[in-house]
């Protein structure tokens, strides 16, 4: 994003803000206070997995407003205990906690996987595998799994616990391994990092990885989970189940939800006590995780957004052929698609949205596209349009320079 002037403010310092507010929202589309209209394949970071006031969400979230908000989690909640044996007749999991963020749900897995040892007998085994590019999040603990300098600078001493190999590296993952290994966690798709997918085989070893070691295999699918890739989480796509899952983003449908499954054995720890949350699983949010999930387990809307992605993927390897000198090459799955750009990946995400489309930018000069799993294919021809003209313009400002 181009840093334009932006009014002062009272808030905190920490976004670099493209100055420009939206008014609504409607489907794939944005409408800005000033009432320009912008198709919206960045889905506020893969959160508005049913793009924009989709009519089910909105009615799922107002009869629930009009009943009742929040109870403690001291009492039973219904819609706690429905989203999570939906979550778990859909997945590998036998159990699941609500949180409220991804940071949230990636602490739970962390704490799940440490007790999981410490309740088995192995106290000492508490520290994780991780990967070089990963991010999972802004606690404190998370900026030390996700290991990026920029993110753990001037925070104190990182959580300890961590140990991060190259990407793709096998040597460097098995030599990582010792007595105090606990387990590996990874995102199969990196986000941030730039859409840099794990091979399934690579998933596959580490599985085998794990099943040696007596590991846990821990997830990451806050980004690439409800539906991103075409499956509904894209472990998947490598014919693998982890033993613990952190998910969030998309299951909220923009309602702040997180969450984290796991197996029964991997969870054996989790007793009365261990952890525990104020809102999460609030009834509003489980409300809108269930409405989510009706809508994304329908018959054929995973295959759907195959379909879709595939379209966007063909269109987009088209403007790679066509505007060679400022961007390379389509990445990703599903609709969770990157570009990896030649121009800098923010003057490329900056033409886009002058073109009226909002693209992200992520890590290793990629930018996403995360448009809603909803989005039709007139709104995906009607994107390519619009960044054809805009890789155009940028590709000619090249050119004089
Ligand atoms: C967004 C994200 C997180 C952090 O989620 P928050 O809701 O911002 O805390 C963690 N991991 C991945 C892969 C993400 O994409």
Redesign the pocket.
Same mark, same amino acid.
């Given at each position: 994003m181009s840093k334009e002037a932006v009014p002062e403010s009272a808030l905190y310092s920490t976004y670099a803000r493209a100055d420009l507010s939206f008014d609504r929202g409607e489907g794939s589309w944005l409408v800005a206070t000033d009432g320009r209209r912008y198709l919206d394949f960045m889905g506020g970071? #893969?959160v508005n997995s049913l793009g924009h006031a989709h009519p089910h969400l909105v009615a799922a979230l107002k009869a629930q407003a009009e009943k009742l908000w929040h109870v403690s989690n001291i009492f039973e909640i219904e819609g706690q205990r429905r989203l999570a044996e939906r979550l778990a007749a859909a997945t590998f999991a036998d159990r699941v906690f609500f949180a409220n963020? +991804?940071?949230? #749900?990636?602490e739970c897995a962390i704490k799940t996987t440490r007790r999981f040892h410490y309740v088995n007998g192995r106290p000492e085994r508490y520290r994780l595998v991780t990967f070089e590019g990963a991010?999972? +999040?802004? /606690?404190l603990a998370?900026i030390a799994a996700g290991g990026q300098k920029k993110y753990l600078e001037g925070f104190g001493p990182p959580v300890p616990g961590f140990d991060q190999v190259p990407f793709g590296d096998r040597e460097a993952v098995e030599a990582a391994i010792g007595p105090e290994t606990a387990g590996i966690l990874i !995102?199969p798709i %990196?986000? !941030?990092g730039g859409i840099r997918a794990f091979p399934p085989e690579e998933l596959r070893f580490l599985r085998a990885l794990c099943d040696e070691h007596g590991l846990l295999l821990v997830l990451? !699918?806050? %980004? /690439?989970g409800i539906g991103r890739t075409g499956r509904l989480f894209a472990h998947e796509w490598a014919g693998i189940t982890p033993d613990v899952m952190?998910i #969030?983003?998309g299951i909220g449908g923009g309602f702040?939800l +997180?969450a984290c499954l796991a197996t029964e054995a991997a969870a054996a720890g989790m007793s009365a006590g261990t952890h525990g949350t104020t809102f999460g699983g609030n009834l509003l949010a489980m409300a809108v995780g269930n409405a989510v999930l009706d809508v994304v387990l329908e018959d054929g809307f995973l295959e759907r957004v195959r379909q879709t992605g595939l379209l966007l993927k063909q269109k987009l390897a088209g403007l790679v052929d066509a505007h060679g000198g400022v961007v390379e090459e389509i990445r990703g799955e599903g609709l969770m698609l990157g570009i990896k750009c030649r121009a800098p990946n923010a003057e490329v995400a900056a033409a886009a949205r002058e073109e009226g489309l909002l693209l992200v930018a992520a890590g290793d000069n990629v930018v996403r596209l995360l448009p809603a799993l909803t989005v039709g294919e007139a709104e995906v021809t009607e994107a390519v349009v619009r960044l054809d003209r805009a890789l155009g313009r940028l590709a000619k400002r090249e050119a004089a320079e």
């Open positions: 970071i #893969a963020s +991804g940071a949230e #749900a990636i991010f999972h +999040g802004r /606690t998370a !995102e %990196q986000g !941030e990451d !699918e806050i %980004q /690439t952190a #969030a983003k702040p +997180g």
